[in-house]
C-alpha cells in the first residue's frame, strides 16, 4: 500500500464509467469491488448511490491514488483492456503476464471467471507489479 499520494487513476475515466455506474464500473475501476458487486446486482444501490456517487468520484480517484502503486503500468490501460478485450487476455499480456494471458486466450478468459477475478483484483495485481519494478 502506497503512502504518499500518487496519479494512478483518470478521473475523466472514473466519470466515463459513472455514466454507467448503475452496473458498478467506475467502483470496480477505483478499487472498490465489494460496493461495485452491490451496485452491480442492485443497479447503483437503487440509483440513490449512482447519484450520490456523482460526487464522491473526485475522492474515490484521491483514495485510489494513496492506495495503489504508481508505475510503467497504467491502470486505465489496463482497465480498458480488461473491460473490452477481457476474454482474450490482453489485459494479461499488457501487464507481463504471458503465461496466464496465453491461458485466458485458449479459455475465453477462464469460461469468463478469471475476468471476473480480475475485475475484483486488477488495480492489486497493477500496484503489486509496479511496486516490483522500483525495487
Known amino acids: 500500500m502506497q ?15 459513472w455514466f454507467f455506474g448503475f452496473t458498478g464500473s467506475h467502483r470496480f475501476y477505483f478499487g472498490r469491488p465489494k460496493t461495485g458487486i452491490l451496485w452491480f446486482f442492485t443497479g447503483g444501490l437503487f440509483l440513490i448511490g449512482w447519484i450520490v456517487d456523482l460526487f464522491l ?14 508505475g510503467s503500468i497504467e491502470y ?32 475465453g478468459g ?13 488495480n492489486r495485481q497493477i500496484s503489486e507489479l509496479n511496486s516490483q519494478r522500483h525495487t
Not at 477462464?110 to 486488477?122: A, H, K, M, R
Open 3 to 17: 503512502n504518499i499520494s500518487s496519479h494512478t487513476h483518470n478521473k475523466i475515466i472514473g466519470y466515463i464509467l
Open 57 to 70: 468520484i473526485p475522492s474515490m480517484d484521491r483514495d485510489a491514488g494513496r492506495r495503489y502503486a504508481s
Open 76 to 107: 486505465s490501460a489496463a482497465w480498458l483492456l480488461l473491460t473490452f478485450l477481457g476474454p482474450l487476455g490482453i489485459h494479461r499480456f499488457y501487464m507481463g503476464k504471458w503465461g496466464t494471458g496465453i491461458f485466458y486466450l485458449l479459455t
Open 110 to 122: 477462464w469460461f469468463l471467471l478469471g475476468v471476473l477475478y480480475d475485475f475484483c483484483t486488477l
